[in-house]
């Protein structure tokens, strides 16, 4: 469930967020990233992905986040389990007022994806970048290059 913005700012301020990251590469052997609308890491290029919600089981995160993420919805065991990681932040979706806390499960799969059709929510635009490319690149973000390195 989401939770009303007062609430979810009091647990932004209190602990860390569980998230779910997607590194998806296509059959070209390239890496999807989008360039984030919101904070936190707003206006970077970054990997799709989102948090879990209350009540709601890894799954079933996986399948609404590669829905709401890349349009398509896919199941976790499609996906190779990267492992978790930990990501800080010195704002957070509501401002500059608070940091936040992630803690992330990476998740890695294979899908070939037209980049027009993906969802703009979160994502501005979007690119496919050889591992190279991904990461030599200054506007990617350095979370996201975490999963490459």
Avoid at 91 to 116: M, R
Wanted: hydrophobic share 40%.
């Amino acid at each position: 469930m989401f939770l009303d913005k007062d609430v979810f700012k009091t647990v932004i301020v209190s602990t860390p967020l569980v998230s779910i990251d997607l590194v998806v590469k296509n059959s070209n052997g390239e890496y999807l990233l989008g360039y984030r609308n919101n904070r936190p890491a707003q206006g970077v290029w970054f990997v799709p992905g989102g948090r879990i919600l209350k009540d709601e089981s890894m799954d079933a995160a996986f399948l609404r986040l590669t829905k709401d993420e890349l349009g398509i919805a896919l199941s976790r065991q499609s996906a190779v389990f990267m492992g978790p990681y930990e990501h800080f932040y010195t704002d957070c979706v509501f401002g500059i007022e608070h940091s936040t806390h992630y803690v992330v499960l990476g998740y890695e799969l294979t899908v070939d994806l037209t980049l027009n059709d993906l969802p703009k929510e979160q994502h501005n635009q979007y690119v496919w970048l050889t591992r190279d490319d991904f990461l030599a690149r200054d506007d990617v973000h350095r979370h996201s290059k975490w999963y490459l390195s």
